[in-house]
T-cell receptor, first 114, second 112 residues
């Protein structure tokens, strides 16, 4: 199984600022996914990140608000831009390799915007 | 994407079997049933998955009906550490890779 490290684990940020969340995997993986989990809610997929190409965003999420980088097969970042209190959520990184039968998740980044 | 329906919450006495149902009446022939759980303040954890046969591993058993329209996750001897939200998911393919869509899940409370 893949071991995923997310940084930071939590942060409190001022509105209007941006936060970049890092996701590091201990092995090379084909696909990386970013999810958002708002308080008391289930997980919602933000985007799928492929190495060497632009991320694919789900309906309701745009690149200007959630830019994603995927410079290599073990690392990705998600930036939450121009934050507002509505962005307060847990952000989770997930990985999966071609042929794997399950997805693995990081522990999440708990973001509070004040 | 096929959708699933689960009870919002369930209670189970410690040491007893916890049986968590899931309906997935629109599942396609090549789609698998997956179960994940999310313990408070942690990321989701994979439990088990199956296509049409019953499956068992060290964590749980998965019983899938013959018509594949529903399934049950069984935790044979629930402990307090099994208190979590359990997600039943039907996996779809997208561009050759698997997209995981989460519903609201079942909040299982194991009672001492």
């Amino acid at each position: 199984s893949a071991v995923i490290s997310q940084k930071p684990s939590r942060d409190i940020c001022q509105r209007g600022t941006s936060l970049t969340i890092q996701c590091q995997v201990d092995s090379q993986v084909t696909m990386m996914f970013w999810y958002r989990q708002q308080p008391g809610q289930s997980l919602t997929l933000i985007a799928t990140a492929n190495q060497g190409s632009e991320a694919t965003y789900e309906s309701g999420f745009v690149i200007d608000k959630f830019p994603i980088s995927r410079p290599n097969l073990t690392f990705s970042t998600l930036t939450v831009s121009n934050m507002s209190p509505e962005d307060s959520s847990i952000y989770l990184c997930s990985v999966e390799d071609a042929g794997q039968e399950e997805a693995f998740f990081g522990q999440g980044t708990r973001l509070t915007v004040v | 994407d096929a959708k699933t329906t689960q009870p919002t919450s369930m209670d189970c006495a410690e040491g007893r079997a916890a049986n968590l149902p899931c309906n997935h009446s629109t599942i396609s022939g090549n789609e698998y049933v997956y179960w994940y759980r999310q313990i408070h303040s942690q990321g989701p954890q994979y439990i088990i998955h199956g296509l049409k046969n019953n499956e068992t591993n060290e964590m749980a058993s998965l019983i899938i009906t013959e018509d594949r329209k529903s399934s049950t996750l069984i935790l044979p001897h629930a402990t307090l550490r099994d208190t979590a939200v359990y997600y039943c998911i039907v996996r779809v393919s997208r561009g050759g890779y698997q997209k995981v869509t989460f519903g609201i899940g079942t909040k299982l409370q194991v009672i001492p």
